[in-house]
């Protein structure tokens, strides 16, 4: 199919710092367990973005005594229950013209079903937009695997073709262009310059996107 001929029938958002701008709790929280559960992991807050708990847990934190991963789970459940959601400016109105378009939308985070409940209570008017939430127990492998977006596009029941991918962490970035989707990186969370590596197109926020410029983005992709 030509390219000309493809209208854009998805978006797929990853949730913390690419819908909401959480990414600060978070980076201070697990700043703060790094510091004191594996002080020699300098970079530990960062290096764990984008990627499930689960997998963190068996990766950084598995030789760690069973009471010092229990006083780290309580902790992040009391952080998470208390968090904010302040949204990504503009991502209100970009959400609403998508919709206007019927481009179909999903959240696909690596974030537990338990944090994305106290978010639908927090944002109803954003999560009430979206036409399926994906969660880390959606998932046989997290990001920067593919798996995630793939099987979004496939739960939307679009070709990857038409499908965009928004991320603002490494490793999902890394996930977005591995399904081979157009991928869109935030700046919320990391240098622009560690973004533009691992994606298509950079934004700061929604302020200045709407779906005609995603749609010329999306058919110039395609046509390369």
Do not use: C
């Not at 290096?47 to 902790?75: C, F, N, V, W």
């Not at 919709?99 to 179909?104: F, L, Y």
């Not at 079903?113 to 927090?122: G, H, L, P, T």
């Amino acid at each position: 199919m030509n390219s000309e001929q493809i209208k854009l029938s998805a978006v797929l958002f990853d949730f913390d710092g690419t819908l909401v701008d959480t990414e600060e709790q978070y980076t201070l929280f697990w700043a703060q367990m790094g510091r004191r559960y594996v002080p020699e992991h300098k970079n530990f807050a960062f290096d764990i973005k984008g990627g499930t708990l689960q997998s963190m847990y068996e990766k950084y934190l598995r030789h760690l005594p069973p009471e010092a991963l229990h006083d780290i789970e309580t902790q992040r459940v009391r952080m998470e229950q208390g968090m904010t959601f302040p949204l990504v400016p503009g991502v209100m109105e970009f959400l609403h013209d998508l919709r206007r378009h019927s481009v179909k939308m999903a959240v696909v985070t690596s974030s537990d079903q338990s944090k994305m409940q106290n978010a639908w209570r927090a944002i109803p008017e954003l999560m009430q937009l979206m036409d399926a939430v994906l969660t880390a127990e959606d998932f046989e492998r997290s990001k920067p695997d593919p798996d995630p977006y793939l099987r979004a596009a496939a739960r939307l029941g679009v070709p990857t073709a038409e499908a965009v991918v928004f991320e603002d962490a490494l490793n999902g970035l890394r996930a977005g262009m591995a399904s081979g989707m157009m991928t869109v990186g935030l700046t919320t969370g990391n240098p622009r310059q560690a973004v533009a590596k691992l994606s298509h197109h950079v934004i700061d926020n929604y302020l200045n996107l709407d779906f005609e410029t995603l749609q010329a983005w999306l058919q110039a992709f395609l046509r390369h």
